[in-house]
């Protein structure tokens, strides 16, 4: 027999869900987004509302994190401004991620300058975008990494107490850089399937390897890539090894490895 749950039970228990609130103005993109945060983030309640007024009703709820949609207008734009004051006040514990239609340096800065905690542009892949979210609900912070010269590539940021724009110094980023072009080409190899969102035994079974053997890969990837998790790697991954790194090896993968 299916459980059956009684609806005011289940409405009680979301109650007690830690909570992310999207606001977007416009009605179809912000019913794609609230269907695909409540599938990839089930562990909190997804909220949504046209403008940051609908705010006032969360007074009472675990808000972790706001989206703030803001399309192509600039962030010193008054009511972007007004917007993030009002996020600010009616929900002080919430970090702050911003959606914007541009993902220019200058426009970055002045958001992390404000506080945000991220900054997603609407050009990025989905599954970027939510690794971005994840990250800064465990207290870390995503921007665009700035690279001159070349398109943009998204990259994380750890949080750091000496400033609003969680940057690391260039000693440590030129470190990491180094590490991550060490991985071995099966390290490549289980990091490019960690990419896909694919879970251990799935990648055990594509490359022919054991469960225990790709965990242990991805120990060594992420020591490597200072990843405190699967998601800070595979955005090291994206952000740094050269492309010509991340194809995988044309020859069949052995069947098995110890």
């Not at 830690?18 to 599938?39: D, M």
């Not at 750091?160 to 440590?172: F, I, S, T, V």
Request: net charge negative; aromatic share 2%.
């Amino acid at each position: 027999m299916h459980d059956i749950t009684n609806p005011s039970k289940r409405l009680n228990e979301s109650l007690h869900l830690p909570v992310l609130v999207i606001i977007e103005p416009l009605l179809l993109p912000r019913t794609c987004i609230l269907q695909i945060l409540r599938r990839e983030l089930d562990e909190l309640e997804i909220l949504d509302m046209a403008t940051a007024q609908g705010l006032d009703c969360t007074s009472a709820r675990d808000v972790r994190l706001v989206m703030l949609s803001i399309a192509d207008k600039p962030i010193g734009d008054p009511s972007v401004e007004d917007d993030l004051a009002f996020v600010a006040e009616c929900c002080p514990n919430a970090a702050t991620v911003v959606l914007s239609n541009h993902d220019d340096e200058p426009t970055v800065q002045a958001a992390m300058q404000r506080g945000v905690r991220g900054f997603l542009s609407s050009s990025l892949p989905i599954e970027i975008a939510i690794a971005g979210l994840r990250l800064v609900l465990v207290g870390g912070a995503y921007r665009p990494l700035p690279v001159a010269g070349i398109n943009r590539i998204p990259d994380f940021e750890p949080p750091d107490a000496r400033g609003p724009a969680y940057l690391m110094n260039e000693g440590a980023r030129v470190a990491i850089d180094r590490s991550v072009n060490d991985l071995t080409p099966r390290e490549q190899q289980v990091l490019a399937e960690l990419e896909l969102g694919l879970p251990n035994k799935l990648i055990a079974a594509k490359l022919g390897l054991s469960e225990s053997t790709v965990k242990m890969h991805i120990q060594h990837i992420m020591r490597k890539c200072a990843a405190h998790n699967r998601t800070e790697a595979v955005l090291r991954w994206r952000g740094r090894l050269p492309a010509h790194s991340r194809d995988h090896d044309g020859g069949a993968a052995p069947m098995h490895e110890t």
